[in-house]
């Protein structure tokens, strides 16, 4: 029985794999083939701003880990961490059912001895720690000032009573958490900023906040691997009611999914030449 249920997941995920990347060319295809004239003479100096962008999210993501490895008393430099989230990033977006997550599950198992459960804990943390931001440039968006200032007391409040209770695994961690939380939601707004200027479209930062929320909402579920194909619709969807035309809003998502991809990738060919220089990473 275990063993049919295993290959009627190895199944579904790989419909998955391949309707994600399917899903992104379509929309790609759809983009290009509706773009306005001229849409696509991208501003470079608007790329450049993007990748530094991604460099940001990277380092959050890196910093995530290291809090993790520092919560188990593990003493490691930052390359590890980084070696980490750029496999992470990369794996999880060319291999099906976020096996990039599984292979390094493994890493962490064998070079510091803690159990794969705990990482996974710390994940779903962390994406409770995410949602929260996103509940709060909900409530800040959509409701009077006032109700974000009691919101955010609220959550204070709770992480507080948390942090002296301990009422949850790496509940002391969950500040730090919410921090880069709060700096990948800004990052996710700043990357849809520069792709829109480079496309020669401006919107606000805080009508940006939508796409920004949308899609930090949706990173804690993995409908495809990375969500390719299904953010980009997501995107489309949203960009008329916010003025934007729907070829606009996929071409700006599958541009930052791109050079953010291609971010990560470069790192990853550098720290993995790196570490068989120096084997200790």
């Given at each position: 029985?275990?063993?049919?249920?295993?290959?009627?997941?190895?199944?579904?995920?790989?419909?998955?794999?391949?309707?994600g990347?399917?899903?992104?060319?379509?929309?790609?295809?759809?983009?290009?083939?509706?773009?306005?004239?001229g849409?696509?003479?991208?501003?470079?100096?608007?790329?450049?701003?993007?990748?530094?962008v991604?460099?940001?999210?990277?380092?959050?993501?890196?910093?995530?880990?290291?809090?993790?490895?520092?919560?188990?008393?593990?003493?490691?430099?930052?390359?590890?961490p980084?070696?980490f989230?750029?496999?992470?990033?990369?794996?999880?977006?060319i291999?099906?059912?976020?096996?990039?997550?599984l292979?390094?599950?493994?890493?962490?198992?064998?070079?510091y001895?803690?159990?794969?459960?705990?990482?996974?804990?710390?994940?779903?943390?962390?994406?409770?720690?995410?949602?929260?931001?996103s509940?709060v440039?909900?409530?800040?968006?959509?409701?009077?000032?006032?109700?974000t200032?009691?919101?955010?007391?609220?959550?204070?409040s709770?992480v507080?009573?948390?942090?002296r209770?301990g009422l949850?695994?790496?509940?002391?961690?969950?500040?730090?958490?919410?921090?880069?939380?709060?700096?990948?939601f800004?990052?996710?707004?700043?990357?849809?900023?520069?792709?829109?200027?480079?496309?020669?479209?401006?919107?606000?930062?805080?009508?940006?906040?939508?796409?920004?929320?949308?899609?930090?909402?949706?990173?804690?579920?993995?409908?495809?691997?990375?969500?390719?194909?299904?953010?980009?619709?997501?995107?489309?969807m949203?960009?008329?009611?916010?003025?934007?035309?729907?070829?606009?809003?996929?071409?700006?998502?599958?541009?930052?999914?791109?050079?953010?991809m291609?971010?990560y990738?470069?790192?990853?060919?550098?720290?993995?030449?790196?570490?068989?220089?120096?084997?200790?990473?």
């Amino acid at each position: 029985m275990s063993s049919q249920n295993d290959k009627s997941s190895s199944i579904w995920n790989k419909i998955k794999y391949w309707f994600g990347y399917c899903l992104f060319i379509i929309a790609i295809i759809f983009g290009v083939s509706k773009a306005p004239v001229g849409l696509l003479d991208i501003r470079p100096i608007w790329l450049l701003f993007a990748v530094l962008v991604a460099l940001t999210m990277f380092m959050l993501q890196g910093i995530q880990v290291l809090i993790f490895l520092r919560y188990h008393n593990v003493n490691t430099n930052i390359l590890y961490p980084a070696l980490f989230t750029a496999r992470k990033g990369v794996l999880n977006t060319i291999l099906p059912a976020k096996s990039g997550t599984l292979i390094l599950l493994t890493m962490l198992t064998r070079n510091y001895q803690l159990k794969w459960y705990n990482f996974v804990v710390f994940i779903l943390v962390s994406s409770v720690a995410s949602l929260i931001i996103s509940l709060v440039g909900l409530v800040w968006l959509l409701l009077p000032i006032e109700y974000t200032f009691i919101f955010l007391l609220f959550v204070i409040s709770s992480v507080y009573y948390s942090l002296r209770k301990g009422l949850f695994a790496y509940s002391r961690c969950m500040p730090s958490l919410l921090l880069i939380a709060l700096g990948l939601f800004i990052a996710t707004i700043f990357s849809f900023f520069c792709m829109l200027r480079g496309l020669g479209f401006q919107l606000s930062f805080v009508e940006i906040s939508y796409f920004a929320i949308a899609l930090n909402a949706l990173a804690q579920f993995s409908i495809t691997p990375g969500n390719v194909g299904v953010r980009e619709v997501v995107v489309g969807m949203m960009a008329p009611y916010l003025s934007l035309p729907v070829s606009v809003g996929i071409l700006a998502s599958a541009g930052f999914f791109i050079i953010r991809m291609l971010t990560y990738s470069v790192i990853l060919v550098y720290l993995e030449w790196l570490s068989r220089r120096r084997p200790e990473i």
